[in-house]
């Protein structure tokens, strides 16, 4: 870990102290890497500074039309920017090869965070798993 990772940890850890029904773990970026490639399910939240969001990702297999991202932007916790993590997709406009579940998954944590509307947030989620159930895929 870098030396300015300290006061990352420091801080997660005292947060931690309220959601002790939340399991943390604190890994350095190359094992987390090493983890989602051979137990991706192991995980369900990954919490990291912005220098290892994108590497942590790409080595999880991730697909850019499916993860979400939010950011958090003040200490009391307020999510106000939400973003599948590939970002607008410049590199594939025009190509029709755009999966569209990363910005719709983002709807439904904005929907959840900020707005506190639970119920819309899972009907969302729903029927993003609906649709991919029922075997309807984008070309990636």
């Not at 106000?80 to 990363?102: C, Q, R, S, T």
């Not at 899972?122 to 993003?128: C, L, S």
């Amino acid at each position: 870990m870098l030396e300015t990772s300290q006061l990352w940890r420091q801080t997660v850890t005292r947060i931690a102290l309220d959601y002790p029904e939340v399991k943390v773990e604190h890994l350095f970026v190359d094992a987390c890497a090493m983890h989602l490639v051979t137990n991706p399910r192991r995980f369900d939240v990954i919490v990291t500074e912005n220098l290892f969001w994108r590497y942590t990702f790409g080595r999880g297999g991730g697909y850019y039309g499916f993860a979400r991202d939010a950011g958090i932007r003040n200490n009391r916790g307020t999510v106000d920017l939400y973003e599948p993590v590939h970002g607008f997709g410049a590199d594939i406009a025009g190509k029709g090869i755009a999966n569209p579940i990363g910005a719709i998954g983002s709807i439904a944590m904005m929907l959840r965070h900020t707005a506190k509307l639970e119920q819309e947030a899972t009907d969302i989620e729903g029927a993003i798993n609906s649709v991919l159930e029922s075997g309807y895929r984008t070309a990636d």
